[in-house]
């Protein structure tokens, strides 16, 4: 099915108002709830994202203690990860990382970010030129 150029809009001004945050990162969860978009569109638009530079794209390790759920790690390469025996710094759980202790978070890139900041200042009305 894909995504729609509505969708891509409601997803890029969402993430403009993360830009021009002190948010540092953010999960596909969160713009699915604020879009009402689904999770997968979501997540593959995400990745459109990160393709063309405008996002980076982490891994978090999890801890799988339901009373703990602390991130253990966050990484940019995943397969550095898989299937490695790692210990919580929090409650000291050791886990063999598995897909299900995995998931991902974005991040902005740092001149997109610095780009979607200066563009919100300015706001050029372009009709005003007609």
């Known amino acids: 099915m894909g995504i729609n150029w509505k969708q891509k809009s409601e997803i890029d001004e969402v993430i403009k108002e993360i830009a021009c945050s002190r948010v540092i990162r953010f999960y596909p969860t969160y713009i ?9 569109t979501v997540f593959e638009y995400l990745l459109e994202l990160v393709d063309d530079g405008s996002l980076n794209i982490l891994w978090e390790i999890r801890c799988p203690d339901f009373d703990c759920n602390s991130v253990i ?29 995995v998931f991902p978070v974005f991040e902005i890139n740092d001149d997109f970010r610095e780009f979607l900041k200066q563009s919100k200042k300015k706001q050029v009305n372009y009709l005003h030129a007609l």
């Open 32 to 40: 699915s709830k604020i879009t009402l978009i689904n999770l997968d």
């Open 73 to 101: 790690l966050r990484t940019h390469n995943l397969s550095e990860i898989m299937g490695k025996e790692i210990e919580c710094d929090y409650c000291e759980n050791g886990l063999l990382v598995r897909r299900q202790h």
